[in-house]
């Protein structure tokens, strides 16, 4: 649905986005995640027309954004990051603005301003002047406006970011809502956020895409963690040991015993084992769970090192 | 509005101007007013209805909108009204120590309002014109506009037509001046009638150079002192052709707006004049939609 190829951007001589390319199906929910200045926004103005890409080329629902941009245009549904809007409008004239040149036919106009102020929770303010309204409700009369055509695509920078914590529960409940129908593409710094709605994440750094990969790999990617006291090699060994277990690190801690991280292959559980051999050795269990590797973990890696 | 009906009136419109055009050219080679006339109103007509099938009347709407709600309007009619209204009682004074009451005024009276008008308008248009892109630009509402499914054409044309609409309000405020003198005398209605043709089409050239320029700075204040020095320069090269010679005396003595306009409040409507206002506002709207697609590759 989405196609990016090898999109580079240069603002000047900054080199904002390189070499870039991803793609996202129909009907996914992907995660765009980088640290500041990655280039997150940059490449959602190119995928949205707004900003053209030096080199490379990218398209949406099979159109060229550079080319057919308003076809693209059309279909896409974006929310820019800072969500810019006309402060002298009242909500529901802005919305009606919106509709009229989004090409919403007049029939169905009223109905669909009220049913996407009725998912972003903003009745209750309709007649109020935008430029009075606090961040959060700015944020979802900027989400109203995106949603309001209808767009089977939808581009969304930092969606979520000054709601307040029961908005943001309602937002994100809100877009996995909408992504049952719909392709949806977004940034955002909160890694929960994407653990708890996207299918599939992008990591980008410094204009590079760093890696990708699904949700489901990641929760599937378990190890087991233990915390026991004992001799540490001796432990460690009889570890190995276990049939499905493939790797074991330790790190002794100050009570004489260790922390272990004892890598699975996946689908075994190995912790009835494991408990089982530390009492046969007469060492102390202090702690034993299974955890999976968190997106954070990945994220720190992948854009530290680089 | 659905998708066919839209097609049907861009249809319209599109057969309308060309129509328009052929007949307002055997008006002018038969020298018939009628036909001229009825040529010239179907190219508008042509061009307005052309324009409904468009994103244009939300996109006007808006801007408008925009304007009557902003207090910078109301300072600059203000302005406006005190100035104009000024000039006119100074003219309409000078007049009326050299006839006799009951007299019929001639068009000259007012025509002679001609040029101070034109003059507040080097003042006044900078200001109608400073917002129109800049503030999309500081604000970053330009990002939300242009990512919508508008063309970069239907959003110039709106914004060139907003700031024209708001300029024939200001001019139909004028309209108070002809009262006043039809109260007293018995105007000339030929020469009042081309003066405002001649301002409207002044306004337009005025506009997009003032519309151009808001396209390259995101601040207003800029926008508009540039604007200014623009239109002055436009408006006196003539006093430039006293100090150069040959064609290019000729050609500043053409360009300049000021002799441009003191044809119409003789109550002559000059085709070249006519001309060479449309032609200058549909390159300066051209260049216009150029700066703002540059905006993309800078
Ligand atoms: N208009 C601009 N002119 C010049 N450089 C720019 C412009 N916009 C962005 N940049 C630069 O491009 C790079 C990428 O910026 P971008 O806004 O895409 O980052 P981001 O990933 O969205 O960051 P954040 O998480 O802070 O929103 C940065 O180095 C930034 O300084
Ligand atoms: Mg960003």
């Known amino acids: 649905m989405i196609q990016a190829d090898h999109l580079s951007k240069c603002y000047g001589d900054t080199l904002a986005v390189d070499d870039l390319s991803f793609w996202v199906g129909e009907g996914e929910i992907v995660g765009l995640l980088g640290p500041n200045g990655a280039g997150k926004s940059t490449t959602m103005r190119i995928l949205t027309c707004f900003l053209p890409a030096t080199s490379g080329t990218a398209s949406v629902a099979g159109h060229d954004v550079f080319t057919e941009s308003v076809a693209v245009r059309r279909i896409v549904g974006y929310l820019p990051e800072n969500v810019p809007l006309y402060s002298e409008m009242r909500v529901r004239e802005y919305l009606s603005y919106r509709a009229k040149i989004k090409g919403v036919g007049r029939r169905e106009r009223t109905a669909k301003i009220g049913s996407a102020m009725a998912r972003c929770d903003i009745g209750g303010v309709a007649h109020r002047v935008i430029g009075q309204l606090s961040k959060g409700y700015r944020q ?28 943001i529960i309602a937002v994100r409940s809100l877009i996995k809502d909408l992504s049952h129908e719909r392709t949806v593409l977004l940034s955002t710094h909160y890694l929960g956020e994407v653990e708890a709605v996207c299918e599939r994440f992008l990591i980008i750094n410094e204009g590079r895409l760093a890696i990708e990969g699904r949700l489901d790999e990641l929760r599937d990617d378990t190890h087991v963690e233990l915390a026991a006291v004992g001799p540490v090699d001796e432990s460690r060994k009889s570890l190995v040991a276990i049939a499905g277990v493939t790797t074991v690190t330790a790190e002794p801690t100050g009570d004489g015993g260790a922390a272990y991280h004892i890598g699975t292959r996946s689908g075994s559980d190995v912790r009835q084992v494991v408990f089982d051999k530390m009492v046969a050795g007469g060492w102390k269990i202090c702690e034993l769970h299974t955890a999976c590797r968190s997106l954070e973990d990945l994220f720190v890696q992948v854009t530290k090192d680089a | 509005m659905t998708g066919r009906a839209r097609q049907l009136i861009a249809v319209a419109g599109l057969i309308a101007v060309p129509a328009g055009a052929v007949l307002v050219a055997v008006g002018f080679g038969y020298e018939s007013r009628v036909v001229l006339l009825v040529g010239a109103v179907a190219v508008v007509l042509g061009c307005v209805v052309g324009l409904f099938s468009t994103k244009v009347p939300p996109l006007l709407g808006r801007e408008l909108a925009a304007y009557f709600q902003s207090p910078i309007a109301y300072v600059t009619a203000t302005v406006f009204l005190v100035l ?215």
């Open chain 1, 140 to 167: 979802r009369v900027g989400l109203a406006d995106c949603l309001i055509h209808d767009p089977r695509v939808l581009i969304l920078d930092e969606p979520t970011v000054g709601l307040d914590p029961n908005q």
């Open chain 2, 84 to 298: 104009a209204g000024v000039f006119f009682f100074s003219s309409l004074e000078r007049y009326s120590m050299l006839s006799e009451k009951g007299q019929a005024v001639p068009g000259e009276v007012m025509g002679g309002m001609l040029w101070p008008v034109m003059v507040t308008m080097i003042f006044i248009c900078p200001l109608i014109t400073m917002r129109l892109l800049s503030e999309e630009v500081r604000s970053g509402t330009i990002e939300v506009l242009m990512t919508a499914p508008v063309t970069d054409f239907e959003v110039i044309i709106s914004k060139f037509l907003a700031g024209l609409v708001f300029y024939a309000y200001l001019l139909g405020m004028t309209l108070i001046h002809v009262l006043v003198v039809w109260r007293v005398g018995n105007p000339d209605y030929g020469p009042i009638i081309t003066m405002y043709l001649g301002l409207l089409l002044l306004g337009a050239m005025f506009l997009s150079v003032g519309l151009f320029v808001s396209a390259f700075t995101r601040n207003q204040i800029v926008a508009s002192v540039v604007t200014f020095v623009l239109l002055m320069i436009l408006f006196m090269i003539d006093g430039a052709s006293g100090y150069v010679g040959g064609a290019v005396k000729d050609v500043c003595g053409f360009v300049s707006l000021y002799r441009q306009s003191d044809t119409f409040y003789k109550g002559m409507v000059d085709s070249r004049h006519v001309v060479y206002s449309l032609s200058f506002t549909g390159a300066m709207l051209f260049l216009t939609v150029r700066a703002v697609e540059s905006r993309k590759w800078r």
